[in-house]
């Protein structure tokens, strides 16, 4: 099991919603940052083979369909304990350092089937599972509360839950600490990663609030999607949100995570978001304890690219059939 120091839910912080209601975001300065990151070379390309298999890391494994079984979760599983092949680890000389992804995410009836795959391949990694009406939210408090509890009893370790947008879009904030508070104890000592779900948020001004009551209420970590919003992870919300985590650290000295998640699909796209963090947080953050990105699709494309640099050459779809 991971180390995430100090359970948050034991010293949670009173909604001071004095200080949330002055909150102003300055838009443009938030857009010239962005652009500013998105034009940069991230990463020399020497470096790009470690920065790739350090983005492995990070990765919430995830399969979030409506036709998921337990065969394609097993598949999942096995693919998160073995993310890149073993004999291009090797040319690299990683293969003995036990590489897999942070997390394997999945829906609550999926769960078990997860905990049971990664039990039976003598895997350690956590089951996170979503959950309060995921995607949307738009369920009684109670049915959300009990999805919640049913996860935790079936195995999840992390719970990434969906706010309720319209708390937000209201303006009732100390609604929504509220609710997110239920949602901290019904998670008992398994991991609370809160879904803001930005891009239905209506302003970056919001994005900030919503980011700063989440985490007063106890969230171990803020994700910026669902990833079936219209718009999901963008650099302009994280920014928001990476400061939001740094104002919060340096009013209370707690460090809380960030996972961008949602059209994160290729390799070149997870340099960037670790640039981000490292720029934004530092290297701190670096690490599965502070650092997630939700995806389904990107370790892929960051294996093609470890077996261009070891090989010289594409993989063929049959070199990486279990991509």
């Excluded at 599983?77 to 092949?85: E, L, N, Q, S, V």
Aim: with cysteine.
């Amino acid at each position: 099991m991971r180390c995430w120091g100090k359970r948050s839910f034991l010293n949670q912080h009173p909604a001071d919603l004095s200080w949330i209601s002055k909150i102003q975001v300055n838009q443009p300065a938030v857009l010239r940052r962005a652009e500013q990151i998105q034009a940069r070379r991230v990463v020399k390309k020497e470096w790009q083979a470690a920065w790739l298999l350090k983005a492995v890391t990070f990765i919430d494994l995830t399969t979030l369909s409506g036709d998921d079984t337990s065969s394609n979760v097993q598949r999942l599983c096995y693919k998160a304990k073995y993310p890149i092949r073993e004999d291009l680890l090797k040319a690299l000389n990683v293969h003995d350092k036990g590489l897999t992804t942070a997390a394997v995410c999945v829906y609550p009836a999926r769960v078990c089937d997860a905990v049971k795959a990664l039990k039976a391949a003598g895997s350690t990694i956590p089951v996170a599972s979503v959950a309060t009406g995921f995607p949307a939210g738009q369920t009684h408090l109670k049915t959300r509360l009990e999805e919640i509890r049913l996860a935790v009893e079936d195995g999840a370790t992390e719970i990434d839950v969906v706010i309720n947008r319209t708390l937000v879009l209201t303006g009732q904030w100390e609604a929504l600490y509220d609710e997110i508070r239920q949602f901290r104890k019904t998670c008992g000592e398994a991991h609370l990663k809160t879904i803001l779900a930005t891009g239905e948020l209506g302003s970056l001004t919001n994005v900030y609030k919503a980011s700063m009551i989440a985490m007063m209420a106890g969230s171990d970590f803020i994700k910026t999607s669902t990833g079936k919003e219209t718009v999901n992870a963008t650099f302009p919300v994280a920014i928001v949100m990476l400061r939001a985590i740094r104002d919060f650290f340096w009013k209370t000295g707690n460090k809380i995570g960030f996972k961008p998640a949602g059209g994160i699909r290729s390799a070149k796209d997870s340099l960037a978001w670790l640039s981000l963090i490292k720029e934004e947080l530092g290297d701190e953050w670096l690490t599965p304890e502070l650092f997630r990105i939700g995806a389904s699709t990107l370790l892929s494309d960051i294996e093609r690219q470890i077996y261009h640099h070891v090989t010289g050459r594409y993989a063929a779809y049959h070199d990486l059939p279990m991509s």
